[in-house]
């Protein structure tokens, strides 16, 4: 996958990526303060969406890698690399504002099915910064909060008690 997807696009698109050696190879890290303010794919296209918009907003001394060595993968059946090259792409895409579609489906051919032609949904909702969650949980939270102590009758619900009102 990181021959075939990742690193074309990376040379093609953000030449500046293009030594990284393993850009989707699924083992990396990243400090909680940045994971929480980007947005996060669903899918495979996660590390590539880390690597992209990291680079965008913070730059390539941002980045670091390190020689794991030699790692194998498990191997995955060739229509399964296609939803997740399709995933990938999407990312990148999003990343270049190319406006990708807001739901995909791989159509793909199989011998083994009937009629030939499978249509595969290709993940590709992203998740919010989690920051810009808990920005909108802390005001909806202070907003309840202070709308039930004004009401001196009313006490505001613990959660356990909104979920079983008994």
Not at 73 to 92: K, N, P, T
Request: one cysteine or more.
């Amino acid at each position: 996958m990181t021959e075939l997807v990742a690193r074309p696009l990376l040379n093609l698109k953000w030449p500046e990526l293009a030594a990284v050696v393993q850009p989707i190879g699924g083992e990396w890290g990243v400090r909680r303060e940045l994971l929480e303010s980007l947005s996060i794919p669903v899918g495979y296209g996660l590390e590539m969406a880390v690597l992209l918009d990291t680079w965008q907003h913070y730059g390539l001394d941002a980045l670091a890698q390190v020689d794991l060595g030699i790692r194998r993968h498990r191997h995955q059946s060739v229509h399964d690399l296609g939803v997740m090259a399709a995933e990938i792409q999407h990312v990148a895409l999003l990343r270049l504002h190319a406006d990708p579609a807001a739901h995909a489906v791989l159509h793909q051919f199989d011998r083994a099915v009937e009629g030939g032609w499978v249509a595969r949904p290709v993940p590709v909702q992203e998740r919010p910064p989690v920051t810009s969650v808990s920005e909108r949980l802390g005001n909806a939270s202070e907003h309840r909060t202070r709308a039930s102590t004004e009401d001196s009758n009313q006490r505001p619900m613990s959660a356990c008690a909104k979920r079983n009102p008994s």
